[in-house]
């Protein structure tokens, strides 16, 4: 099983620290899009988000711009928020972000809770449900399969209303957290690990316990 390295030096799972890391942006949420509207909005986004040459980081500009959110702090967060390079999003998310973004804004009540909070807490959660991307979907599951695998799609999705301090609506906190975890890309592969970890334990018993009997086997014949 992966580990990380906790600030006290512990290491933890990587869907321990996902979880910790989603928990605590859960925090508080408030009501954002209906999950199937926001999952069809990506749906509707074709390919074209994929389109050699598209530049990401201005199409992300421009729907931080029409929603009222700072760009300045939007940049200043993201310097922060990254931190590794190896959490630095891709060219595709940005504008897959500026869909979700966008339909956002456009929600009565998750567009009260974006100007509630004011352009600067807004622009820093966007930074980080892009670095949560990043860090807990990025590596586990190929940006061309967050549109066309639904399980996927509904894991970004997720990701990103958690770090934008939203949960799909109709739904709580709790339902929200248990609902990403059931299509973590990420929790599947360490519970895929775990099992081949525990069939690779048995067999190695099974051995060990077969060379034992077959050692004892031998010294009975010897001793006749």
Known sequence: MRQHETAAGFGLP???L????????LHEALPGPPLAVLMADLVSAGTDWQAPG???DAVLADAVRDTGLSLPALD???GVAAGDSRDEPPCELYVLASVMLRRVHLEDASARALRGRGPETGARMLARALVMVSRYLLPWAAPESWVREPERREELC???LAGMGLVPRGEDEATALAAWESVSALAGAEAAEELRTEELRRAELAEALARKRAAEAAARYVGY
């Open 18 to 25: 996902a979880v910790e890391a989603v928990t605590q942006a």
């Open 76 to 78: 200043q967060a993201m």
């Open 158 to 160: 997720r990701l990103f």
């Open 14 to 16: 990587r869907t321990a």
């Open 54 to 56: 598209v530049d990401g």
